[in-house]
C-alpha cells in the first residue's frame, strides 16, 4: 500500500510557475513508476505527466510539453512536477498517482485512469 500525499498548489497568475509536490510512504516508492493527473472543473480527470521508476523515462500530455517536468527524488521518496509558462487553462485539482507496473504497461494504461494508488488532490488556479 502506497499512501501519497500532494503540496506545492495555489493561485497564480497566467505565465507564472508553480511547483507541486507529491510525498510516497512505503519502502516501494523506489519501484513505481509516478504520474500527475488534473480534473478542471466539469470535465474528466486527464493525463499530464509520468516517469519511470528510476526517472530514465518521462511521457507527457501535448498540452504541457516543453512547459511542465515531471521528475524525482526516490532518496525522498518524492516526486515533482515543475510548471512553467502557466495558462488559465491549466486550473485544476492535480493528483499524484502510483503504478505498481512496467513502464511499457503503464503508457498503456496512463489515458485509461488505469494507476493503482491515488492522492487526494491539490487544486491549482491560474488567473488571467
Known amino acids: 500500500q502506497v499512501q501519497l500525499v500532494e503540496s506545492g498548489g495555489g493561485l497564480v497568475q497566467a505565465g507564472g510557475s508553480l511547483r507541486l509536490s507529491c510525498a510516497a510512504s512505503?519502502?516501494?516508492?523506489?519501484?513505481?513508476?509516478m504520474g500527475w493527473f488534473r480534473q478542471a472543473p466539469g470535465k474528466e480527470r486527464e493525463f499530464v505527466a509520468a516517469?519511470?521508476?528510476?526517472?530514465?523515462?518521462?511521457y507527457y500530455a501535448d498540452s504541457v510539453k516543453g512547459r511542465f517536468t515531471i521528475s524525482r527524488d526516490n532518496a525522498k521518496n518524492t516526486v515533482y512536477l515543475q510548471m512553467n509558462s502557466l495558462k488559465p487553462e491549466d486550473t485544476a485539482v492535480y493528483y499524484c498517482?502510483?503504478?505498481?507496473?512496467?513502464?511499457?504497461?503503464?503508457?498503456?494504461?496512463?489515458?485509461?485512469?488505469?494507476?493503482?494508488?491515488w492522492g487526494k488532490g491539490i487544486l491549482v488556479t491560474v488567473s488571467s
Open positions: 516517469i519511470s521508476w528510476n526517472g530514465g523515462s518521462t
Open positions: 498517482a502510483a503504478a505498481a507496473a512496467d513502464w511499457r504497461t503503464v503508457r498503456l494504461r496512463l489515458h485509461n485512469d488505469g494507476m493503482d494508488y
Open positions: 512505503g519502502r516501494m516508492f523506489s519501484t513505481y513508476a
